[in-house]
């Protein structure tokens, strides 16, 4: 056989075994379960906005109606810097509900932090939960969400997350719907091996205790992404971590503004996995490397071996189509028809593009002014 043909063959045919370990993780995974109120520890939910006004009010409502004993939840809305109605909701918020902590950081001393960080440490800073989770201001999170992410932690946890569905409007937001549904069974799915690698920013909590042994995001030496930071400070204080992949604990998103802004998250979520080590950069490199192999073999296999090629795709979007619709059920919604072939299109274009984009070393901008990070290995 010709050895090129090995060689796709041997590339590609790794793909269904690296799925069907992760949806075997997934299986492993324990579901989430309903804390009683005597159980359940105190808690601060933080949310940091920033010119948020859009989707602000259906956070708010959905924190506000979270099924949790009243005299344990704290709520603490942050508005960074806005220049809209973000900070007058927020506001307005804190007056209706006496379980409300506003904050506005342009009010508050600087902590030398950037982008989503600086609302979040100002919000941790007023937070008197034993356990801290947070969410964005463009999420909706079930009545379930802190009764079940809380429900079951034992002294050893110092770390809960959750996962996220994106509402499919418009082309980019059915793009990064599909995106997370791919992205987020890679870390489902080790979790459920025990080696768990990430929490999403807008769904995770940490123990508070641990945050504060840590010095803060103020004192973590790599911040481009929160979210990772405040996973790897909960790790180091030796603690475990529980993963939920369930309807009770999946936070709704709506989509980003625009295609470009879909980008720049991407790239920020690459930065700063890249920023937070070696070890981290090395694992990003090669599923960025071996990705973009499968992808260009997929391109251009069949000029090779049509029917080897016929067969590996066949195999690898089997493989995709289960994945997805592991992840979409699993977290209460569908799988769409559409979603399997959109996503062939995605690792064909996104892969390479991401790739050449991280080696550009361009500044991440988010959110407008004042949001943007460079990031590099550390």
């Given at each position: 056989?010709?050895?090129?043909?090995v060689?796709?063959?041997?590339c590609?045919?790794?793909?269904?075994?690296?799925?069907?370990?992760?949806?075997?993780?997934?299986?492993?995974?324990?579901?989430?379960?309903?804390?009683?109120?005597?159980?359940?520890?105190?808690?601060?939910?933080?949310?940091?906005?920033?010119?948020e006004?859009?989707?602000?009010?259906?956070?708010?409502?959905?924190l506000?109606?979270?099924?949790?004993?009243?005299?344990?939840?704290?709520?603490?809305?942050?508005?960074?810097?806005?220049?809209?109605?973000?900070?007058?909701?927020?506001?307005?918020?804190?007056?209706?509900?006496?379980?409300v902590?506003?904050?506005?950081?342009?009010?508050?001393?600087?902590n030398?932090?950037?982008?989503k960080?600086?609302?979040?440490?100002?919000?941790?800073?007023?937070?008197?939960?034993?356990?801290v989770?947070?969410?964005?201001a463009?999420?909706?999170?079930?009545?379930?969400?802190?009764?079940?992410?809380?429900?079951?932690v034992?002294?050893?946890?110092?770390?809960?997350?959750?996962?996220l569905?994106?509402?499919?409007?418009?082309w980019?937001?059915?793009?990064?719907?599909?995106?997370?549904?791919?992205?987020q069974?890679v870390?489902?799915?080790?979790?459920?091996?025990?080696?768990?690698?990430a929490a999403?920013?807008?769904?995770?909590?940490?123990?508070?205790?641990?945050?504060?042994?840590?010095?803060?995001?103020?004192?973590?030496?790599?911040?481009?992404?929160?979210?990772?930071?405040?996973?790897?400070?909960a790790?180091?204080?030796?603690?475990?971590?529980?993963?939920?992949?369930?309807?009770?604990?999946?936070?709704?998103?709506?989509?980003?503004?625009?295609?470009?802004?879909?980008?720049?998250?991407?790239?920020?979520?690459?930065?700063?996995?890249?920023?937070?080590?070696?070890?981290?950069?090395?694992?990003?490199?090669?599923?960025?490397?071996?990705?973009?192999?499968?992808?260009?073999?997929?391109?251009?296999?069949w000029?090779?071996?049509?029917v080897a090629?016929?067969?590996?795709?066949a195999?690898?979007?089997?493989?995709?189509?289960?994945?997805?619709?592991?992840?979409?059920?699993?977290?209460?919604?569908?799988l769409?028809?559409?979603?399997?072939?959109?996503?062939?299109?995605?690792?064909?274009?996104?892969?390479?593009?991401?790739?050449?984009?991280?080696?550009?070393?361009?500044?991440?901008?988010?959110?407008?002014?004042?949001?943007?990070?460079?990031?590099?290995?550390?």
């Open positions: 056989m010709d050895p090129r043909v060689a796709m063959l041997a590609v045919g790794v793909y269904p075994l690296a799925v069907a370990a992760l949806v075997l993780g997934i299986h492993r995974l324990a579901r989430s379960r309903r804390g009683a109120d005597v159980h359940v520890p105190t808690v601060s939910v933080i949310v940091s906005a920033r010119n006004e859009r989707d602000l009010p259906r956070c708010i409502a959905s506000l109606a979270l099924d949790y004993p009243a005299g344990k939840l704290q709520l603490v809305l942050v508005d960074d810097r806005s220049t809209d109605g973000t900070g007058a909701l927020i506001d307005a918020a804190a007056r209706a509900d006496a379980h902590t506003a904050l506005h950081t342009a009010d508050l001393p600087d030398g932090l950037a982008a960080a600086r609302g979040i440490a100002h919000g941790f800073a007023r937070a008197t939960g034993d356990w989770l947070i969410t964005d463009d999420a909706a999170v079930p009545p379930t969400w802190a009764r079940h992410m809380l429900g079951a034992t002294p050893d946890v110092t770390v809960v997350g959750g996962t569905l994106v509402e499919p409007r418009r980019w937001g059915a793009t990064e719907r599909v995106l997370n549904l791919f992205l069974p870390n489902h799915g080790l979790a459920g091996w025990g080696a768990a690698v999403v920013g807008p769904n995770m909590g940490i123990r508070r205790s641990a945050y504060q042994r840590a010095g803060g995001l103020e004192a973590a030496p790599r911040r481009v992404a929160e979210d990772l930071t405040l996973f790897r400070m790790s180091a204080d030796g603690g475990r971590m529980h993963n939920f992949l369930d309807a009770e604990t999946a936070a709704v998103l709506t989509p980003v503004p625009s295609p470009a802004h879909l980008v720049s998250q991407m790239r920020r979520f690459l930065g700063g996995g890249v920023a937070q080590g070696w070890h981290y950069a090395l694992g990003l490199a090669v599923v960025i490397l071996w990705g973009t192999m499968v992808a260009t073999l997929m391109l251009f296999g000029r090779l071996a049509p090629w016929a067969a590996v795709f195999a690898k979007w089997a493989a995709d189509t289960l994945l997805l619709a592991v992840q979409a059920r699993r977290a209460g919604s569908r769409r028809w559409y979603e399997p072939v959109l996503l062939q299109l995605l690792q064909v274009v996104m892969l390479p593009v991401l790739a050449v984009s991280l080696l550009s070393r361009r500044p991440i901008h988010w959110r407008g002014e004042g949001y943007s990070d460079r990031f590099a290995v550390r």
